[in-house]
T-cell receptor, first 111, second 113 residues
Framework: DQQVKQNSPSLSVQEGRISILNCDYTNSMFDYFLWYKKYPAEGPTFLIS?????DKNEDGRFTVFLNKSAKHLSLHIVPSQPGDSAVYFCAAIRGTDKLIFGTGTRLQVFP | DGGITQSPKYLFRKEGQNVTLSCEQN?????MYWYRQDPGQGLRLIYYSQIVNDFQKGDIAEGYSVSREKKESFPLTVTSAQKNPTAFYLCASSIGKGAYEQYFGPGTRLTVT
Protein backbone atom coordinates (compact mmCIF):
# COMPACT_ATOMS: atom_id res chain seq x y z
CA ASP A 1 0.00 0.00 0.00
CA GLN A 2 1.94 2.99 -1.31
CA GLN A 3 0.52 6.00 0.54
CA VAL A 4 2.90 8.46 -1.09
CA LYS A 5 3.51 8.15 -4.82
CA GLN A 6 5.88 9.81 -7.22
CA ASN A 7 4.71 8.55 -10.58
CA SER A 8 7.50 10.06 -12.65
CA PRO A 9 10.76 8.21 -12.04
CA SER A 10 12.74 10.78 -14.00
CA LEU A 11 12.59 14.31 -15.35
CA SER A 12 14.93 16.15 -17.69
CA VAL A 13 14.93 19.96 -17.80
CA GLN A 14 17.08 22.55 -19.49
CA GLU A 15 19.12 24.87 -17.31
CA GLY A 16 17.24 28.08 -16.52
CA ARG A 17 13.81 26.56 -17.07
CA ILE A 18 11.31 25.47 -14.43
CA SER A 19 11.41 21.97 -12.93
CA ILE A 20 8.14 20.63 -11.57
CA LEU A 21 8.22 17.49 -9.48
CA ASN A 22 4.95 15.89 -8.49
CA CYS A 23 3.78 13.78 -5.58
CA ASP A 24 0.39 12.23 -4.82
CA TYR A 25 -0.82 10.83 -1.53
CA THR A 26 -3.76 8.76 -0.44
CA ASN A 27 -4.07 9.46 3.29
CA SER A 28 -6.09 12.62 3.92
CA MET A 29 -4.91 12.60 7.54
CA PHE A 30 -1.34 13.59 6.63
CA ASP A 31 -0.68 16.99 8.17
CA TYR A 32 2.88 17.76 7.09
CA PHE A 33 4.82 17.23 3.89
CA LEU A 34 8.52 17.44 3.15
CA TRP A 35 10.85 17.31 0.16
CA TYR A 36 14.31 15.81 0.37
CA LYS A 37 17.12 15.96 -2.16
CA LYS A 38 19.58 13.12 -2.56
CA TYR A 39 22.85 12.85 -4.48
CA PRO A 40 24.22 9.39 -5.38
CA ALA A 41 25.90 7.55 -2.51
CA GLU A 42 24.91 10.26 -0.04
CA GLY A 43 22.17 10.66 2.52
CA PRO A 44 19.09 12.78 1.70
CA THR A 45 19.09 16.40 2.78
CA PHE A 46 16.00 18.30 3.80
CA LEU A 47 14.89 20.84 1.21
CA ILE A 48 11.53 22.37 2.03
CA SER A 49 8.31 21.51 3.84
CA UNK A 50 4.69 22.56 4.08
CA UNK A 51 1.98 22.19 6.67
CA UNK A 52 -1.45 20.98 5.61
CA UNK A 53 -2.95 24.29 6.72
CA UNK A 54 -1.06 26.08 3.95
CA ASP A 55 -1.17 25.75 0.20
CA LYS A 56 2.20 27.28 -0.66
CA ASN A 57 5.63 27.69 0.83
CA GLU A 58 8.62 29.38 -0.78
CA ASP A 59 12.32 29.26 -0.05
CA GLY A 60 14.47 30.96 -2.66
CA ARG A 61 14.27 29.07 -5.93
CA PHE A 62 12.12 26.35 -4.36
CA THR A 63 8.35 26.50 -3.94
CA VAL A 64 6.10 23.73 -2.72
CA PHE A 65 2.40 23.74 -3.55
CA LEU A 66 -0.20 21.67 -1.75
CA ASN A 67 -3.62 20.85 -3.20
CA LYS A 68 -5.46 19.03 -0.42
CA SER A 69 -8.61 18.37 -2.39
CA ALA A 70 -6.57 16.58 -5.06
CA LYS A 71 -4.16 15.08 -2.51
CA HIS A 72 -1.35 16.43 -4.63
CA LEU A 73 1.95 18.06 -3.81
CA SER A 74 4.41 19.66 -6.21
CA LEU A 75 7.88 21.14 -5.97
CA HIS A 76 8.83 23.93 -8.35
CA ILE A 77 12.46 24.85 -8.94
CA VAL A 78 13.00 28.12 -10.78
CA PRO A 79 15.43 28.62 -12.41
CA SER A 80 16.82 25.10 -12.59
CA GLN A 81 20.57 24.74 -12.27
CA PRO A 82 22.90 21.81 -13.07
CA GLY A 83 23.58 21.40 -9.34
CA ASP A 84 19.91 20.61 -8.86
CA SER A 85 20.44 17.29 -10.64
CA ALA A 86 19.61 14.72 -7.97
CA VAL A 87 16.86 12.40 -6.79
CA TYR A 88 14.00 14.16 -5.04
CA PHE A 89 11.85 12.38 -2.48
CA CYS A 90 8.59 13.66 -1.12
CA ALA A 91 7.52 12.50 2.32
CA ALA A 92 4.41 12.84 4.45
CA ILE A 93 3.58 12.42 8.12
CA ARG A 94 0.53 12.44 10.36
CA GLY A 95 0.99 13.68 13.89
CA THR A 96 3.82 11.78 15.54
CA ASP A 97 3.69 8.82 13.17
CA LYS A 98 6.64 7.85 11.04
CA LEU A 99 7.59 9.61 7.82
CA ILE A 100 6.29 7.93 4.67
CA PHE A 101 8.55 8.44 1.64
CA GLY A 102 7.73 8.33 -2.04
CA THR A 103 9.86 6.37 -4.49
CA GLY A 104 11.73 9.41 -5.75
CA THR A 105 12.11 11.32 -9.02
CA ARG A 106 15.50 11.68 -10.65
CA LEU A 107 15.94 15.22 -11.98
CA GLN A 108 18.55 15.94 -14.60
CA VAL A 109 19.25 19.55 -15.51
CA PHE A 110 21.19 19.89 -18.75
CA PRO A 111 22.94 22.98 -20.19
CA ASP B 1 30.56 20.23 13.48
CA GLY B 2 27.30 18.51 14.41
CA GLY B 3 26.10 15.67 12.30
CA ILE B 4 25.54 11.99 11.75
CA THR B 5 28.33 9.62 10.84
CA GLN B 6 27.97 6.17 9.39
CA SER B 7 30.82 3.79 8.93
CA PRO B 8 32.07 2.24 6.85
CA LYS B 9 30.97 3.78 3.54
CA TYR B 10 31.22 0.41 1.76
CA LEU B 11 30.96 -2.99 3.38
CA PHE B 12 31.31 -6.44 1.89
CA ARG B 13 30.27 -9.67 3.57
CA LYS B 14 29.81 -13.30 2.74
CA GLU B 15 26.35 -14.78 2.86
CA GLY B 16 25.54 -16.26 6.25
CA GLN B 17 27.54 -13.74 8.25
CA ASN B 18 26.05 -11.17 10.55
CA VAL B 19 27.27 -7.60 10.06
CA THR B 20 26.84 -4.48 12.17
CA LEU B 21 26.52 -1.00 10.69
CA SER B 22 27.54 1.94 12.81
CA CYS B 23 25.56 5.17 13.29
CA GLU B 24 26.66 7.98 15.59
CA GLN B 25 25.16 11.45 16.03
CA ASN B 26 26.33 14.47 18.02
CA UNK B 27 23.21 16.55 17.43
CA UNK B 28 21.78 15.69 20.85
CA UNK B 29 18.74 14.24 19.09
CA UNK B 30 16.50 11.87 20.99
CA UNK B 31 15.12 9.94 18.02
CA MET B 32 17.11 7.82 15.58
CA TYR B 33 16.07 5.78 12.57
CA TRP B 34 17.37 3.18 10.14
CA TYR B 35 16.18 3.08 6.54
CA ARG B 36 16.98 0.92 3.59
CA GLN B 37 17.02 2.15 0.01
CA ASP B 38 16.77 -0.16 -2.99
CA PRO B 39 16.77 0.89 -6.66
CA GLY B 40 13.40 2.29 -7.73
CA GLN B 41 12.07 2.27 -4.20
CA GLY B 42 11.66 4.90 -1.58
CA LEU B 43 13.24 4.82 1.83
CA ARG B 44 11.79 1.99 3.88
CA LEU B 45 11.91 2.15 7.66
CA ILE B 46 13.67 -0.75 9.39
CA TYR B 47 13.78 0.30 13.05
CA TYR B 48 13.49 3.48 15.05
CA SER B 49 14.22 4.59 18.57
CA GLN B 50 12.72 7.56 20.35
CA ILE B 51 14.67 7.28 23.60
CA VAL B 52 17.63 5.36 24.99
CA ASN B 53 16.98 1.68 25.71
CA ASP B 54 13.80 1.69 23.65
CA PHE B 55 13.17 0.95 19.98
CA GLN B 56 10.35 -0.12 17.69
CA LYS B 57 10.11 -2.13 14.51
CA GLY B 58 9.50 -0.31 11.29
CA ASP B 59 7.99 -1.69 8.11
CA ILE B 60 10.74 -4.18 7.24
CA ALA B 61 12.34 -5.24 10.53
CA GLU B 62 12.65 -8.96 9.76
CA GLY B 63 16.26 -10.08 9.66
CA TYR B 64 17.54 -6.98 11.44
CA SER B 65 18.28 -6.07 15.04
CA VAL B 66 19.24 -2.83 16.80
CA SER B 67 20.31 -1.53 20.18
CA ARG B 68 20.17 1.92 21.76
CA GLU B 69 22.41 1.88 24.80
CA LYS B 70 23.57 5.46 24.33
CA LYS B 71 21.77 8.52 23.01
CA GLU B 72 24.48 9.09 20.42
CA SER B 73 24.63 5.59 18.98
CA PHE B 74 22.15 3.36 17.15
CA PRO B 75 23.92 0.38 15.54
CA LEU B 76 22.08 -1.89 13.12
CA THR B 77 22.90 -5.59 12.78
CA VAL B 78 22.00 -7.29 9.53
CA THR B 79 21.62 -10.95 10.40
CA SER B 80 21.90 -14.01 8.21
CA ALA B 81 18.09 -14.25 8.38
CA GLN B 82 17.73 -11.19 6.14
CA LYS B 83 17.02 -12.67 2.72
CA ASN B 84 18.13 -9.73 0.57
CA PRO B 85 20.67 -7.78 2.62
CA THR B 86 22.47 -6.06 -0.27
CA ALA B 87 21.26 -2.44 -0.18
CA PHE B 88 22.09 1.13 0.74
CA TYR B 89 21.46 1.72 4.45
CA LEU B 90 20.71 5.17 5.84
CA CYS B 91 20.66 6.30 9.42
CA ALA B 92 18.76 9.42 10.46
CA SER B 93 17.94 11.36 13.60
CA SER B 94 15.43 13.97 14.71
CA ILE B 95 14.99 16.13 17.79
CA GLY B 96 12.33 13.83 19.10
CA LYS B 97 9.08 12.08 18.48
CA GLY B 98 6.87 14.20 16.27
CA ALA B 99 9.81 16.21 14.95
CA TYR B 100 9.20 16.16 11.26
CA GLU B 101 12.63 16.98 9.93
CA GLN B 102 15.02 14.10 9.97
CA TYR B 103 18.73 14.53 9.37
CA PHE B 104 20.46 11.77 7.46
CA GLY B 105 23.93 10.30 7.56
CA PRO B 106 25.94 9.59 4.39
CA GLY B 107 24.85 5.96 4.22
CA THR B 108 26.55 2.56 4.06
CA ARG B 109 26.48 0.44 0.94
CA LEU B 110 26.36 -3.21 2.03
CA THR B 111 27.09 -5.93 -0.49
CA VAL B 112 26.57 -9.56 0.47
CA THR B 113 27.80 -12.28 -1.86
Amino acid sequence: DQQVKQNSPSLSVQEGRISILNCDYTNSMFDYFLWYKKYPAEGPTFLISISSIKDKNEDGRFTVFLNKSAKHLSLHIVPSQPGDSAVYFCAAIRGTDKLIFGTGTRLQVFP
Amino acid sequence: DGGITQSPKYLFRKEGQNVTLSCEQNLNHDAMYWYRQDPGQGLRLIYYSQIVNDFQKGDIAEGYSVSREKKESFPLTVTSAQKNPTAFYLCASSIGKGAYEQYFGPGTRLTVT
